[in-house]
């Protein structure tokens, strides 16, 4: 979405305080006689904003940034204007009904907070949610629902796996421990080894990476941020084996391996 100018310092700018003020302006921009380009969208066009400004957010989290993290949700929080305001304009629903709607499921999803039900831990509650999914399934008409179409497969693909794997875990479908899983991840690697084909190898990478993401849950770790952050450890350390190779005047390719190896185990 183009970036807007910073709203000026007048006196009384032309929206409430509050929650209420990025709707205010959205619906502004909506109108008639408002922004061309604003109402021209649709919930199809604004679809890679929203994607967009999600990985934006999540990278102002990795930065612990609380000004960027600021800023990131309110562009998140203005891609929910927009749909909610176009949902209006068609008379489909309101941001009002939005919120009132995640309100009520978060009540009923929450029985040990507004309700008298107990429960001992957060696995627990988990567990109890995915039940009370189920529960919420079948009463609009989709009792054939199973627990992991819930995951959208429009998800990058690890996430998308870990999602799966929660959901069938909440179930009791899962390993006993993080040993059970370190052990798929083995033969999983000594299958991918023993592959003597494209075909086999491509489906052997395939449970090799599933089998990591189920040790890297039974860790508690979230393999995409574990990923990420590795990718940012490579980074680092491949720009700086650069500098170093290009201050003697060379180019990594004029390198052997042998001394490309040897200068990489000087920059960790």
Not at 41 to 65: C, K, M, N, V
Not at 102 to 127: C, I, Q, T, W, Y
Not at 148 to 177: E, I
Request: glycine share 6%.
């Amino acid at each position: 979405m183009p970036e807007s100018d910073p709203v000026s310092n007048a006196e009384d700018p032309p929206y409430s305080p509050g929650v209420e003020a990025l709707f205010e302006v959205v619906a502004r921009l909506r109108a008639p006689g408002g922004c061309p380009w604003d109402r021209q969208q649709t919930h199809e066009s604004l679809r890679p904003y929203l994607l967009e400004e999600t990985y934006e957010l999540l990278e102002a989290i990795d930065s612990g940034d609380d000004a960027k993290i600021k800023e990131e949700l309110g562009d998140v929080l203005l891609q929910v204007a927009m749909h909610a305001e176009i949902a209006a304009e068609q008379k489909r629903f309101t941001a009002a009904e939005v919120s009132e709607a995640a309100a009520a499921k978060m009540v009923a999803r929450h029985p040990h907070v507004f309700g008298d039900v107990a429960v001992a831990n957060a696995d627990e509650v988990l567990r109890n949610w995915e039940h009370a999914k189920v529960d919420e399934a079948k009463r609009a008409g989709r009792e054939g629902e199973s627990v992991v179409d819930r995951v959208p497969a429009s998800l990058p693909a690890l996430a998308w796996t870990l999602g799966l794997q929660k959901r069938a875990a909440r179930v009791g479908f899962d390993y006993n421990s993080p040993l059970g899983a370190s052990d798929a991840v083995a033969e999983e690697a000594r299958e991918l080894a023993d592959a003597r084909d494209p075909e086999a190898a491509f489906d052997e990478m395939g449970d090799l990476l599933f089998a990591m993401v189920a040790m890297a849950r039974k860790l508690k770790v979230n393999p995409e941020d574990a990923l990420r952050v590795a990718g940012q450890r490579f980074r680092k350390r491949f720009a700086e084996l650069e500098a170093a190779v290009a201050e003697e005047g060379l180019e990594l390719r004029q390198l052997q391996p042998d001394d490309l190896a040897k200068r990489w185990e000087r920059t960790g």
